[in-house]
Nanobody, 124 residues
């Protein structure tokens, strides 16, 4: 069973930056594609960004393209989400997710493991 622990969420002003981290408990972390999702109050959880474990191709939601960057460090079993030019509409609970295999789907039901979430709040 893979356990994921996120960190890095906090209150930030609009235009600021944050970096979220997600560390997995098992060294087989490198065999999974990774993603970040978020859920704002009253809204469904949505795909934010993903990265393939073979090749490292990245994918982003249109709403964050050009502002957010997903990356990974296999040696540290950790994935990151660098968030720049933050907006109030980015306020949400951010989750990391892992999926065995190389695909990076946007549907949350296709991911095998989830973190507990880290809160990002962007003030205007």
């Amino acid at each position: 069973q893979v356990q994921l622990v996120e960190s890095g969420g906090e209150l930030v002003q609009a235009g600021g930056s944050l970096r979220l981290s997600c560390t997995a408990s098992q060294p087989t972390f490198s065999m999974y594609s990774r993603a970040w999702f978020r859920q704002a109050p009253g809204k469904e959880r949505e795909f934010v960004a993903g990265i393939r474990w073979i090749g490292g191709s990245t994918y982003y939601a249109d709403s964050v393209k050009g502002r957010f960057t997903i990356s990974r460090d296999n040696a540290k079993n950790t994935q990151y989400l660098q968030m720049n030019s933050l907006r109030p509409e980015d306020t949400a609970l951010y989750y990391c997710a892992l999926r065995m295999g190389n695909a990076v789907p946007t549907q949350q039901s296709l991911y095998n493991y989830w973190g507990q979430g880290t809160q990002v709040t962007v003030s205007s």
